[in-house]
T-cell receptor
Framework: DAGITQSPRHKVTETGTPVTLRCHQTENHRYMYWYRQDPGHGLRLIHYSYGVKDTDKGEVSDGYSVSRSKTEDFLLTLESATSSQTSVYFC???FGQGPSEQYFGPGTRLTVT | GQQVMQIPQYQHVQEGEDFTTYCNSSTTLSNIQWYKQRPGGHPVFLIQLVKSGEVKKQKRLTFQFGEAKKNSSLHITATQTTDVGTYFCAYSGAGSYQLTFGKGTKLSVIP
């Protein structure tokens, strides 16, 4: 497996609270991604990064923000969590530009009550 | 916009039977990738296809990309219980590094 870790692995939080999920890679790769996975929807891209401080929105970015101050870390923040953001969140990295395969972290299961 | 349909959504097979999942697009795809996700696990990259009519094999798995680059299939010969999981196709636009995933086919194998 690629050197990708996610923290926390599980989190339960209340509606309205801020939440930050961390993705850490040891591979020094430029491209990083945040997805959410929900039953019946597959994997949907939230935000992605193509370098330090270079980020852009994906398909389902509303309610989420990201930051990447170092190559190895990509943070996903829910400013004010809602129950609709209960999901499994996966971070991924890719090794190159263009249609390159992606390698996924173990995931974070987030429950918003 | 570009849409990909993955069928079937679920498939239950007896161990030893074959299995096929299909990914169909309304428009031409520049490439397609396949991933497997075991229950409780994360998606794992299997293969990438980029050429029209391309066929690639990995042991019991055969991957095909259609001549028109609008469809792809993953075929597993003689399924085993280790094949259980959800299989996703994914594609990116020409020159793009963003992937869009199909909704997946969940495979159950009955021993």
């Amino acid at each position: 497996d690629a050197g990708i870790t996610q923290s926390p692995r599980h989190k339960v939080t209340e509606t309205g609270t801020p939440v930050t999920l961390r993705c850490h890679q040891t591979e020094n790769h430029r491209y990083m991604y945040w997805y959410r996975q929900d039953p019946g929807h597959g994997l949907r891209l939230i935000h992605y990064s193509y370098g330090v401080k270079d980020t852009d929105k994906g398909e389902v970015s509303d309610g989420y923000s990201v930051s990447r101050s170092k190559t190895e870390d990509f943070l996903l923040t829910l400013e004010s969590a809602t129950s609709s953001q209960t999901s499994v969140y996966f971070c991924a990295i890719s090794f190159g530009q263009g249609p390159s395969e992606q390698y996924f972290g173990p995931g974070t299961r987030l429950t918003v009550t | 916009g570009q849409q990909v349909m993955q069928i079937p959504q679920y498939q239950h097979v007896q161990e030893g039977e074959d299995f096929t999942t299909y990914c169909n697009s309304s428009t031409t795809l520049s490439n397609i990738q396949w991933y497997k996700q075991r229950p409780g696990g994360h998606p794992v990259f299997l293969i990438q296809l980029v050429k029209s009519g391309e066929v690639k094999k990995q042991k019991r798995l055969t991957f095909q990309f259609g001549e028109a680059k609008k469809n792809s299939s993953l075929h597993i010969t003689a399924t085993q219980t280790t094949d259980v999981g959800t299989y996703f196709c994914a594609y990116s636009g020409a020159g793009s590094y963003q992937l869009t995933f199909g909704k997946g086919t969940k495979l159950s194998v009955i021993p």
